[in-house]
């Protein structure tokens, strides 16, 4: 499992996102700046999460397992059903 770089400190969360709320945007291909390291927290359910680069990885996240994104690396979320999560970014 990917983990966030010690030298990184968290700076902004995402607000709370359910089935019903999370954006479109969040659902296809997209990347964070330069820099800048997220953190997906299932608070709730499950959530399907895509990487694209630098190889294609696709993991189940839970309360138990988050997703790490890395700078720059494209990625993506499924809905899977019910789910409450929220991204915390750091950089």
């Not at 945007?25 to 299932?42: C, D, P, Y």
């Not at 696709?58 to 990625?75: A, I, Y």
Request: charged share 20%.
């Amino acid at each position: 499992m990917k983990t966030l770089p010690a030298h990184v400190t968290h700076y902004r969360s995402s607000p709370e996102f359910t089935e019903a709320s999370t954006p479109a945007a969040l659902q296809k291909g997209h990347t964070t700046a330069a820099g800048v390291w997220g953190r997906i927290t299932v608070l709730e359910g499950s959530l399907r999460y895509h990487i694209s680069e630098p190889e294609q990885e696709v993991l189940l996240l839970t309360p138990d397992l988050f997703g790490v994104v890395e700078p720059q690396m494209r990625h993506e979320v499924e809905l899977v059903g019910p789910v409450r999560f929220r991204v915390d970014f750091h950089k």
